[in-house]
C-alpha cells in the first residue's frame, strides 16, 4: 500500500495521570496518582457513532482498531484521516468513499461484560465460523515464562497509579518475550482495539499475526477472544483467567488461550496443541499439606 493511500492521523496528547489529595490510613493526607479516564466520540464522515471511555494515550490508533475490530470498515485504505480534539473530546473520522449501510450495521448493539465501552455490534458474533487461524503457530513453555516477565518489569501507568488494564502484541518465538507494542487504557478493549490499529498502520498493511501472541491483564470474554482471532493472532495469554462463552469462541476457532498467567503459574484453557510444554521449567511441585492423622 502507498504513503498516500495510508489515513492521516493527528497526535492529540493528554497527560495520562492526575493528583489528588487522599487520606491514608493513618489519617494523613497525601497526593496519589490516577489514571485519567475521558470520553471521546467519534464521528465518522460527521455520523455520530460511539462515544469511547479511554485513558488517551494513542486516541486515533484507538478509533481506528475500533473500526477494524467492528468490521465497521474493511481495509486501512478506506479512512482518509482521523483528527482527535481533546478540547471537544471528539474524533472526526473522514472516510474516502463512506461506510455503505452504516445505519444497518450499527444497528444491532450486543451489551457485553467489559468496561468503558460496554457494548459491541451484533454483526462480530455472526463472523467466528469465518476466521481462520494459521494451524502451526505455537508457543513454548520457555517463550510464555519471558514474556510474562517481560511484562513484569515494564514501568507502567498501573504501578504509579493503578486502575487501568494492560494489553501488549510479542513476536512469538523469542524467549526473552519480543514486545512490539505495549498499550494501555481504562478498559481491555480500549487496548486491543489500539494495538489492531497499530498493526493495521504498519508497512506491509495489515501486519499478519500468525506469528504474533497476545498478552492482556483483563479476562478473556468472547469480545477479547475474538477481537484477537479476528487480528489473525493464534495465541492469547491474561493474567486473568476466561468466561465460558470466551473458552466456546477459543475452542471454535483454535485459539489457544492461556489464563492465571503470573510467574510459574498457568492454566492452558483450550488448544493446547499449541502450547509446547517444557514442565521442568516449572520448578518442583508443591505438594498439598497432609491431613491431620
Known amino acids: 500500500m502507498s504513503l498516500s493511500s495510508m489515513p ?6 493528554a497527560p495520562l495521570t492526575c493528583e489528588i489529595d487522599a487520606v491514608n490510613e493513618y489519617g494523613e493526607l497525601q497526593k496519589v496518582a490516577i489514571p485519567a479516564e475521558r470520553a471521546l466520540t467519534v464521528y465518522v464522515d460527521k455520523r455520530e457513532l460511539v462515544t469511547l471511555m479511554t485513558l488517551g494515550a494513542h486516541p486515533e490508533l484507538l ?13 486501512v485504505g478506506d479512512i482518509e484521516s482521523i483528527t482527535v480534539d481533546w478540547d471537544v473530546g471528539a474524533a472526526a473520522v ?3 468513499h463512506g461506510i ?14 467489559g468496561c468503558g465501552q460496554g457494548s459491541v455490534f451484533g454483526g462480530l458474533m455472526d463472523e467466528v465460523d469465518q476466521i481462520v487461524l494459521p494451524p502451526d503457530a505455537h508457543i513454548t513453555q520457555g517463550q510464555l515464562y519471558g514474556l510474562v516477565n517481560t511484562i513484569r518489569l515494564k514501568e507502567t501507568t498501573y504501578k504509579s497509579a493503578g486502575s487501568v488494564h494492560a494489553c501488549a502484541l510479542f513476536r512469538a518465538g523469542h524467549e526473552d518475550g519480543e514486545m512490539l507494542l505495549f498499550v494501555e487504557d481504562v478498559g481491555r478493549h480500549n487496548a486491543i482495539d489500539t494495538i489492531a490499529g497499530w498493526m493495521w498502520l504498519q508497512e506491509d ?46 475452542q471454535a476457532v483454535g485459539l489457544c488461550a492461556i ?3 503470573t510467574n510459574k503459574r498457568f ?4 488448544s493446547p496443541q499449541r502450547l509446547r510444554l517444557q514442565p521442568a521449567l516449572a520448578g518442583p511441585k508443591l505438594r498439598p499439606p497432609a491431613e491431620p492423622g
Open 267 to 270: 492454566v492452558c484453557y483450550s
Open 8 to 13: 492521516h492521523l493527528t497526535r492529540a496528547q
Open 63 to 75: 478509533v481506528l482498531g475500533y473500526l477494524r475490530n467492528q468490521r465497521l470498515v474493511r481495509q
Open 100 to 113: 455503505a449501510d452504516i445505519e444497518e450495521k450499527t444497528a444491532q448493539r450486543v451489551v457485553t461484560t
Open 259 to 261: 489464563g492465571r498467567a
Open 205 to 250: 498493511a495489515a501486519m499478519g499475526g500468525a506469528d504474533k501472541v497476545f498478552y492482556t491483564t483483563g479476562r478473556l470474554t468472547s469480545e477479547m477472544v475474538i477481537k484477537s482471532a479476528q487480528m489473525g493472532v493464534p495465541i492469547v495469554v491474561s493474567r486473568s483467567g476466561i468466561t465460558q462463552m470466551g473458552h466456546q469462541v477459543a
Open 94 to 96: 473522514r472516510t474516502r
